[in-house]
């Protein structure tokens, strides 16, 4: 019996010009999406490499200089992209690519592509993760929500209930009919991703598990509205309000919820203007170590503390020069206001992100979004990693430069060069995105409302389901 | 027959509880995102405030040092943040340069979450380098924000939608169709009657939540500026419906209406935008902000080469300056000024580059926007808020103007080692954002009435002309 709805409902589908339609636009969509995505990830991928490349070129070859001039020299860490930012952007547009690595200061990741862009692009780009996002649950909503009233308006309704069918059957046959369209689609953008990317030449590393995940999540978020759909086309009398009512549950999932959520993280938990954020730094900071200022009071008690400690009584007779000494003990001070500060910051990112955990029961848009982003890299929290892991980067360079400046030279001398040679030996800034693992654990209440939006949505399907 | 057909629906609506859900909803809506604009406002204002207040206090501090030095008695500050040098006064001593809210700000967030809205030009820092993005969670960026201008442009035709899709469609579906035609009015007449009852219900609910808004959610009582909110929000509407209206007469059922209309709704609200931003990004890429920075990197290093260059011709030409200067920091700063400019030529080609595809892109979007309404709304309601992206290249435009200004003020001081007085406070400039002058909006709104209008008139012409009995039994 089952099989028997299956089968009728889906030569139903593919006889309904509609859905033939509708199917067609999706694909094509999806198809030229990919196409641009794909080419966009290539020219950002090269312009990477070549820039990266470039800047440490650069900083190999800025020949004979005093360690600290090179330390304000600085250098460039550049964000990569990662293979799955074909299908899912999500925060890249809006995030900094490029950070200043220098003596004293943490930079901001600078140049986001959108404070590039015209107004227009905030509708929204034609991205694979906004067809998948926002079409597919449209079309699942075309597809599904006719499915209980139009047998309640031909009458056949009365006729499937003297088959003695058990409501149940019922609908699993069209839940059945309803999904596997759509787990089609979902299997093809997959496999054709997954086949773009493994022929892609070696930019980054493209994991296999990591598009599974993706699969997965985004085949629960479809599973989730085709039951919603299925549950209002049940509980309504006419096709036509079922469709409203479905289109209205699509509109605040998907577009009313996260905009709503967005205002109340921000009220919630505010972050600070950048000038504030500056402000707040710059006051921490000159309560410190200033490591250019002799005259600071800090760095005169590091001064005498020094002096006990090496039990001399001048800076001169010191085995290191001091000053470079005392501009790494500033730094160390500069690095300790970053992280307190950032900290903050991260506080607040956290509070936003429960805020949005907390909405998600409204909406199963939400934790899909959430998951499919960290999955791809392409969420805030890779982007806080990366911008971590400059800084930890940053930490270490200073502390390179300044043991070399303390090393080689005597207190005082600031006329000291380093050879050319010394840049080299500084490593490249590597940076690798988090694993899977890692990904998913940090997600784990964004997979725990999907799974209970799933397992809710299915229950409410099959136990309140009723043929009348 | 006509005043009894208005009449008529006008109870069915009443009744059928249609006016007591569209209104309730519209001014949830309407409420709750003024309320979000307005709390963005209020912040944007108290961070501006408090800048200034930042300021004052520091320039009273920088007043009771000057009048230490001046009075030759010891100060305790850094040496070379001490405002008897110029330079000090123009790095550490900086002014506020803000980009205040205007009237209407709370409409629309338009790319008001992408930028600052304050900064403090400093005399050392390059332009190049003023960071004019803000902090902000990346994730509200992508989501957007539950403002008006998003529930007029996203929300309202959905909501047009479902209250017009079938006011043909449902009279036959429920049978009383037959009963109408049997009156002496032409179905088309009534369907176009049915809508303009819709229509006008919607405009003036619209109107009336509009001005509660602004008269009690929003302080100061901006009429103009409603007046322009609501003549928009009217086309808009208006557009709207002549599509229902269209689609009502020549689609057949219900749930075909809906979809087709809903069909209409993404192409031109979801599709056409992001098809249009697409290709403005394709036709005019913009360039590698990555190579960017090595091309500035080299350039620096070229000017910091010439830039000794550049100090010993200096030198030469004001042998009293820096020879044998024990104070090093002026002599970093006089050879910094100087070829400060020379970098900045160097970089000028490089970012201008930027700007000129932005123009571009701009120009291709300004051209097909009549593609879609609903970027016309936006980008109106944008513009009318001032937080457009013109709005934002016009401050960013003005602070650097601006830092020339600070620049040039306090240079000549620095060349002929003049100090800085507690007398020259006074003559320090200040900024003063002037926002772009309004242009008329009325036009734009008024093409998209006419379109509508066309819309409407074509459908009612070719129902007219075609068979009236097939739209009764269809």
Same mark, same amino acid.
């Given at each position: =019996?089952? &099989?028997?709805?299956?089968?009728?409902?889906?030569?139903?589908?593919?006889?309904?010009?509609?859905?033939?339609?509708?199917?067609?636009?999706?694909?094509?969509?999806?198809?030229?999406?990919?196409?641009?995505?794909?080419?966009?990830?290539?020219?950002?991928?090269?312009?990477?490499?070549?820039?990266?490349?470039?800047?440490?070129?650069?900083?190999?070859?800025?020949?004979?200089?005093?360690?600290?001039?090179?330390?304000?020299?600085?250098?460039?860490?550049?964000?990569?992209?990662?293979?799955?930012?074909?299908?899912?952007?999500?925060?890249?547009?809006?995030?900094?690519?490029?950070?200043?690595?220098?003596?004293?200061?943490?930079?901001?990741?600078?140049?986001?592509?959108?404070?590039?862009?015209?107004?227009?692009?905030?509708?929204?780009?034609?991205?694979?993760?906004?067809?998948?996002?926002?079409?597919?649950?449209?079309?699942?909503?075309?597809?599904?929500?006719?499915?209980?009233?139009?047998?309640?308006? =031909?009458?056949?309704?009365?006729?499937?209930?003297?088959?003695?069918?058990?409501?149940?059957?019922?609908?699993?046959?069209?839940?059945?009919?309803?999904?596997?369209?759509?787990?089609?689609?979902?299997?093809?953008?997959?496999?054709?991703?997954?086949?773009?990317?493994?022929?892609?030449?070696?930019?980054?590393?493209?994991?296999?598990?990591?598009?599974?995940?993706?699969?997965?999540?985004?085949?629960?978020?479809?599973?989730?509205?085709?039951?919603?759909?299925?549950?209002?086309?049940?509980?309504?009398?006419?096709?036509?309000?079922?469709?409203?009512?479905?289109?209205?549950?699509?509109?605040?999932?998907?577009?009313?919820?996260?905009?709503?959520?967005?205002?109340?993280?921000?009220?919630?938990?505010?972050?600070?203007?950048?000038?504030?954020?500056?402000?707040?730094?710059?006051?921490?900071?000159?309560?410190?170590?200033?490591?250019?200022?002799?005259?600071?009071?800090?760095?005169?008690?590091?001064?005498?503390?020094?002096?006990?400690?090496?039990?001399?009584?001048?800076?001169?007779?010191?085995?290191?020069?001091?000053?470079?000494? &005392?501009?790494?003990?500033?730094?160390?001070?500069?690095?300790?206001?970053?992280?307190?500060?950032?900290?903050?910051?991260?506080?607040?990112?956290?509070?936003?992100?429960?805020?949005?955990?907390?909405?998600?029961?409204?909406?199963?848009?939400?934790?899909?979004?959430?998951?499919?982003?960290?999955?791809?890299?392409?969420?805030?929290?890779?982007?806080?990693?990366?911008?971590?892991?400059?800084?930890?980067?940053?930490?270490?360079?200073?502390?390179?430069?300044?043991?070399?400046?303390?090393?080689?030279?005597?207190?005082?001398?600031?006329?000291?060069?380093?050879?050319?040679?010394?840049?080299?030996?500084?490593?490249?800034?590597?940076?690798?995105?988090?694993?899977?693992?890692?990904?998913?654990?940090?997600?784990?209440?964004?997979?725990?409302?999907?799974?209970?939006?799933?397992?809710?949505?299915?229950?409410?399907?099959?136990?309140?389901?009723?043929?009348? | 027959?006509?005043?009894?057909?208005?009449?008529?629906?006008?109870?069915?609506?009443?009744?059928?509880?249609?006016? @007591?859900?569209?209104?309730?909803?519209?001014?949830?809506?309407?409420?709750?995102?003024?309320?979000?604009?307005?709390?963005?406002?209020?912040?944007?204002? @108290? $961070?501006?405030?408090?800048?200034?207040?930042?300021?004052?206090?520091?320039?009273?501090?920088?007043?009771?040092?000057?009048?230490?030095?001046?009075?030759?008695?010891?100060?305790?500050?850094?040496?070379?943040?001490?405002?008897?040098?110029?330079?000090?006064?123009?790095?550490?001593?900086?002014?506020?340069?803000?980009?205040?809210?205007?009237?209407?700000?709370?409409?629309?967030?338009?790319?008001?979450?992408? *930028?600052?809205?304050?900064?403090?030009?400093?005399?050392?820092?390059?332009?190049?380098?003023?960071?004019?993005?803000?902090?902000?969670?990346?994730?509200?960026?992508?989501?957007?924000?539950?403002?008006?201008?998003?529930?007029?442009?996203?929300?309202?035709?959905?909501?047009?939608?479902?209250?017009?899709?079938?006011?043909?469609?449902?009279?036959?579906?429920?049978?009383?169709?037959?009963?109408?035609?049997?009156?002496?009015?032409?179905?088309?007449?009534?369907?176009?009657?049915?809508?303009?009852?819709?229509?006008?219900?919607?405009?003036?609910?619209?109107?009336?939540?509009?001005?509660?808004?602004?008269?009690?959610?929003?302080?100061?009582?901006?009429?103009?500026?409603?007046? $322009?909110?609501?003549?928009?929000?009217?086309?808009?509407?208006?557009?709207?419906?002549?599509?229902?209206?269209?689609?009502?007469?020549?689609?057949?059922?219900?749930?075909?209406?809906?979809?087709?209309?809903?069909?209409?709704?993404?192409?031109?609200?979801?599709?056409?935008?992001?098809?249009?931003?697409?290709?403005?990004?394709?036709?005019?890429?913009?360039?590698?902000?990555?190579?960017?920075?090595?091309?500035?990197?080299?350039?620096?290093?070229?000017?910091?080469?010439?830039? $000794?260059?550049?100090?010993?011709?200096?030198?030469?030409?004001?042998?009293?300056?820096?020879?044998?200067?024990?104070?090093?920091?002026?002599?970093?700063?006089?050879?910094?000024?100087?070829?400060?400019?020379?970098?900045?030529?160097?970089?000028?080609?490089?970012?201008?580059?930027?700007?000129? @595809?932005?123009?571009?892109?701009?120009?291709?979007?300004?051209?097909?926007?009549?593609?879609?309404?609903?970027?016309?709304?936006?980008?109106?309601?944008?513009?009318?808020?001032?937080?457009?992206?013109?709005?934002?290249?016009?401050?960013?435009?003005?602070?650097?103007? *601006?830092?020339?200004?600070?620049?040039?003020?306090?240079?000549?001081?620095?060349?002929?080692?003049?100090?800085?007085?507690?007398?020259?406070?006074?003559?320090?400039?200040?900024?003063?954002?002037?926002?772009?002058?309004?242009?008329?909006?009325?036009?734009?709104?008024?093409?998209?009435?006419?379109?509508?209008?066309?819309?409407?008139?074509?459908?009612?012409?070719?129902?007219?002309?075609?068979?009236?009995?097939?739209?009764?039994?269809?």
């Amino acid at each position: =019996m089952i &099989r028997n709805t299956f089968i009728k409902e889906i030569t139903e589908l593919a006889r309904d010009g509609r859905v033939k339609i509708a199917f067609f636009i999706v694909l094509v969509l999806l198809g030229i999406s990919t196409w641009i995505s794909s080419r966009q990830y290539n020219s950002t991928n090269q312009q990477y490499a070549e820039a990266k490349n470039a800047e440490r070129s650069i900083w190999n070859n800025q020949g004979e200089k005093n360690p600290h001039s090179a330390a304000h020299y600085g250098t460039y860490a550049f964000k990569p992209k990662y293979p799955l930012s074909l299908i899912d952007q999500g925060v890249d547009k809006y995030a900094g690519t490029s950070i200043f690595l220098e003596a004293h200061n943490r930079n901001e990741a600078q140049f986001s592509q959108a404070a590039d862009q015209t107004g227009l692009a905030r509708f929204g780009d034609l991205t694979p993760d906004f067809i998948l996002l926002f079409i597919i649950p449209l079309l699942i909503v075309l597809l599904g929500y006719n499915a209980f009233t139009k047998e309640r308006e =031909m009458r056949t309704l009365v006729l499937i209930k003297s088959q003695g069918i058990a409501p149940w059957k019922l609908v699993l046959g069209k839940w059945t009919a309803l999904f596997l369209p759509i787990l089609v689609i979902m299997a093809l953008v997959i496999v054709g991703a997954g086949i773009i990317l493994s022929n892609l030449e070696d930019f980054g590393v493209f994991r296999w598990s990591n598009l599974g995940i993706l699969f997965l999540v985004y085949i629960c978020y479809y599973i989730v509205f085709v039951n919603l759909v299925l549950i209002v086309s049940s509980k309504s009398k006419k096709s036509s309000i079922s469709l409203v009512l479905s289109l209205a549950i699509w509109i605040i999932a998907c577009f009313v919820a996260p905009k709503a959520a967005s205002n109340f993280a921000e009220t919630k938990h505010p972050y600070p203007t950048r000038q504030e954020f500056a402000a707040n730094i710059l006051k921490d900071k000159q309560e410190g170590l200033d490591g250019h200022d002799p005259w600071n009071k800090q760095a005169k008690l590091l001064e005498q503390e020094v002096l006990r400690e090496y039990n001399v009584d001048s800076l001169h007779q010191l085995p290191f020069n001091f000053d470079a000494y &005392r501009m790494q003990k500033g730094e160390e001070h500069n690095a300790e206001v970053y992280f307190k500060h950032y900290k903050y910051l991260k506080s607040q990112f956290e509070g936003q992100t429960k805020v949005y955990v907390g909405l998600a029961t409204l909406s199963p848009f939400l934790p899909t979004r959430f998951l499919s982003m960290g999955v791809a890299n392409t969420d805030y929290s890779t982007h806080w990693d990366f911008s971590d892991a400059a800084e930890d980067y940053r930490i270490r360079m200073q502390a390179f430069l300044n043991n070399d400046f303390a090393k080689n030279s005597s207190h005082g001398d600031w006329s000291y060069k380093a050879e050319e040679a010394t840049w080299k030996k500084l490593p490249a800034f590597e940076y690798s995105p988090p694993q899977l693992a890692e990904i998913l654990s940090r997600n784990s209440s964004n997979i725990i409302v999907l799974v209970a939006w799933l397992l809710g949505s299915f229950s409410f399907l099959f136990i309140t389901i009723k043929l009348r | 027959m006509y005043r009894y057909n208005f009449l008529y629906e006008f109870k069915l609506l009443l009744r059928s509880g249609w006016m @007591q859900i569209l209104s309730l909803l519209l001014l949830g809506l309407f409420c709750f995102a003024t309320i979000n604009g307005n709390q963005k406002v209020l912040k944007r204002k @108290q $961070d501006i405030h408090s800048a200034k207040v930042e300021v004052k206090e520091s320039d009273a501090n920088m007043l009771s040092l000057l009048d230490s030095v001046e009075n030759g008695m010891e100060v305790s500050a850094s040496r070379w943040t001490i405002p008897s040098s110029p330079t000090a006064v123009g790095n550490y001593y900086p002014r506020v340069a803000a980009m205040d809210p205007q009237p209407l700000s709370f409409v629309s967030t338009g790319q008001s979450d992408l *930028f600052t809205h304050y900064v403090k030009p400093t005399m050392a820092g390059d332009d190049f380098t003023l960071n004019f993005t803000e902090i902000i969670s990346p994730v509200q960026q992508l989501f957007g924000s539950f403002d008006l201008a998003f529930v007029i442009v996203y929300l309202l035709p959905l909501i047009i939608i479902a209250f017009s899709y079938n006011i043909l469609s449902a009279e036959r579906e429920s049978g009383s169709l037959k009963l109408l035609a049997s009156q002496p009015i032409s179905i088309h007449t009534w369907v176009l009657q049915k809508i303009s009852l819709r229509f006008l219900l919607t405009l003036i609910l619209t109107v009336i939540i509009l001005t509660i808004v602004f008269v009690f959610l929003v302080s100061g009582n901006n009429f103009k500026g409603l007046f $322009d909110v609501i003549i928009t929000t009217a086309a808009y509407i208006l557009f709207w419906f002549s599509l229902a209206f269209a689609v009502n007469l020549r689609v057949g059922d219900s749930s075909k209406n809906a979809i087709v209309l809903l069909g209409l709704w993404v192409v031109f609200v979801l599709l056409v935008p992001s098809v249009l931003n697409q290709l403005g990004n394709t036709l005019y890429p913009m360039p590698s902000r990555t190579l960017m920075i090595n091309k500035m990197r080299n350039l620096k290093e070229e000017a910091t080469e010439k830039q $000794d260059e550049i100090l010993d011709n200096f030198l030469r030409d004001h042998p009293e300056y820096a020879l044998n200067d024990p104070n090093q920091s002026r002599q970093f700063y006089h050879r910094y000024m100087a070829s400060q400019k020379l970098v900045k030529e160097k970089l000028e080609p490089v970012t201008l580059e930027f700007e000129r @595809q932005l123009e571009r892109q701009q120009a291709l979007v300004s051209k097909f926007r009549w593609l879609s309404p609903a970027i016309i709304a936006q980008e109106s309601l944008n513009i009318l808020s001032g937080t457009s992206t013109a709005d934002y290249e016009n401050y960013r435009k003005q602070v650097i103007g *601006f830092a020339e200004t600070w620049r040039n003020h306090l240079t000549p001081l620095l060349y002929n080692n003049e100090p800085f007085t507690s007398s020259k406070y006074g003559e320090l400039p200040s900024f003063n954002y002037h926002p772009i002058r309004l242009k008329n909006n009325m036009i734009a709104s008024l093409i998209i009435m006419i379109v509508s209008i066309g819309i409407g008139f074509v459908a009612y012409m070719i129902a007219f002309k075609g068979n009236v009995s097939k739209l009764i039994i269809s």
